[in-house]
């Protein structure tokens, strides 16, 4: 494992303006002490950061499709203060190298190297994930792999719709992109690259800042200028509309393990009808939590109710390990 150890970060580095333009509590969590490593995952380096004491239970953090660990930079140092907490990089994202293809099954090994590398099995408690949107898919498949090394899985927003609803959506928008042979485009300065920045799906965000910050670090400098992190070999995996999408919140209910449902009230992929969705479709014994006035980007929209709500799911979930021991 190669572990550069950073006791507080650089806020020139790390944020995109002044700090002093930063929210107070950003620049406070992102302060918080953090080891910066890679790990490697069947001949890929993992690019991962690490909080807290490895003496506390471990929480392992998965952010979304194109996104990066940073997502849960300014998240994981709350949960910090009593957990040992790692997120990572998906490979082909962020600074993670890119591999040929992602099946489902090195996808879920990935999340079990992760682990492994970073020190989060070495405790009597078994890690917890957390997992965005396309890391809630990554999520599922470990726990179907794996779930025996994994105490359980919170999934934030990942895409739950019936089948009508999931027929709107995609014929609203162009499909998404998929050619290979298709390089990333390298714009010729900074605030090029910039401008062409959106979430998907599009959407406002509450801290507006936090929007600043991650097309930050969704860019990086090459030859010529700067350009996008993710590799365009991402979009070489098993997860496909019509098949996994559609079948989403079968594969939620079937999965081994504890789960738990963390939603944006007003998210475009899933709201309180898919809530309503799942628990038809079984999901009586998994507690689904909306977030009111957040959409699908959690920790953009609310990112402190949702550092409460993970809290408090967690902290049960120890609560009633230990009354079962």
Same mark, same amino acid.
């Given at each position: 494992?190669?572990?550069?150890?950073?006791?507080?970060c650089?806020l020139?580095?790390?944020?995109?303006t002044?700090?002093q333009?930063a929210?107070?509590w950003?620049v406070?969590?992102?302060q918080v002490?953090?080891?910066?490593?890679?790990?490697?995952?069947?001949g890929?380096?993992?690019?991962y950061?690490?909080w807290?004491?490895?003496?506390n239970?471990?929480?392992?953090l998965m952010?979304g499709f194109?996104?990066?660990a940073?997502?849960?930079?300014f998240?994981?140092p709350?949960?910090a203060?009593h957990?040992?907490v790692v997120?990572?990089?998906?490979?082909?994202?962020? *600074? /993670?190298?890119?591999?040929?293809?992602?099946?489902d099954?090195?996808? =879920?090994?990935?999340? #079990?190297d992760?682990?492994?590398?970073?020190?989060l099995?070495?405790h009597d408690?078994?890690?917890?994930?957390?997992a965005?949107s396309?890391g809630?898919h990554?999520?599922?498949?470990?726990m179907?792999?794996?779930?025996e090394?994994?105490?359980g899985?919170?999934i934030?927003d990942?895409?739950?719709?019936r089948?009508?609803?999931l027929?709107?959506?995609?014929s609203?928008?162009?499909?998404m992109r998929?050619d290979?042979?298709?390089p990333?485009?390298?714009?010729?300065d900074?605030a090029?690259a910039?401008a062409?920045f959106?979430?998907?799906?599009p959407?406002?965000?509450t801290v507006e800042y936090?929007n600043e910050?991650?097309a930050?670090?969704?860019?990086k400098q090459v030859?010529?200028?700067?350009t996008?992190?993710f590799d365009i070999?991402?979009f *070489? /995996?098993d997860?496909?509309v019509t098949?996994?999408i559609?079948?989403? =919140?079968?594969?939620i #209910?079937?999965?081994?393990?504890r789960?738990?449902?963390?939603?944006g009230q007003?998210?475009?992929l899933?709201?309180?009808?898919?809530a309503?969705?799942?628990?038809?479709?079984?999901?009586?014994d998994i507690p689904?939590?909306g977030?009111?006035?957040?959409?699908?980007?959690?920790?953009l929209d609310?990112?402190?109710?949702?550092?409460s709500?993970l809290?408090s799911?967690?902290?049960?979930w120890?609560?009633?390990?230990?009354?079962?021991r």
């Open positions: 494992m190669n572990t550069q150890v950073t006791e507080v650089s020139s580095s790390e944020l995109p002044d700090p333009q929210p107070a950003l406070s969590a992102l002490p953090r080891e910066e490593g890679w790990i490697d995952s069947g890929c380096k993992v690019h950061f690490r807290g004491n490895p003496e239970p471990p929480l392992l952010h194109l996104a990066h940073r997502c849960f930079a998240i994981a709350f949960l203060e957990y040992h997120a990572y990089d998906l490979s082909g994202m962020g *600074d /993670s190298d890119a591999r040929e293809s992602y099946p099954k090195i996808r =879920a090994q990935e999340v #079990v992760v682990a492994r590398g970073t020190g099995f070495e408690s078994k890690p917890i994930v957390i965005h396309y809630g990554v999520g599922l498949n470990a179907e792999r794996h779930g090394l994994f105490d899985l919170i934030c990942l895409m739950v719709l089948v009508e609803r027929k709107a959506h995609f609203k928008g162009k499909p998929s290979r042979s298709r990333n485009r390298i714009y010729p900074y090029s910039r062409r959106v979430l998907s799906p959407q406002d965000v936090l910050y991650m930050y670090h969704s860019l030859d010529g200028g700067w996008w992190k070999s991402v *070489d /995996s997860f496909g098949d996994r559609v079948k989403q =919140a079968e594969a #209910v079937a999965a081994p393990g789960k738990a449902i963390v939603y007003d998210s475009k899933f709201d309180d009808d898919s309503d969705y799942l628990r038809e479709r079984g999901a009586t689904i939590i977030i009111p006035g957040a959409r699908h980007h959690l920790m609310e990112p402190i109710a949702l550092v709500t809290r799911i967690v902290a049960q120890h609560v009633s390990n230990q009354f079962a």
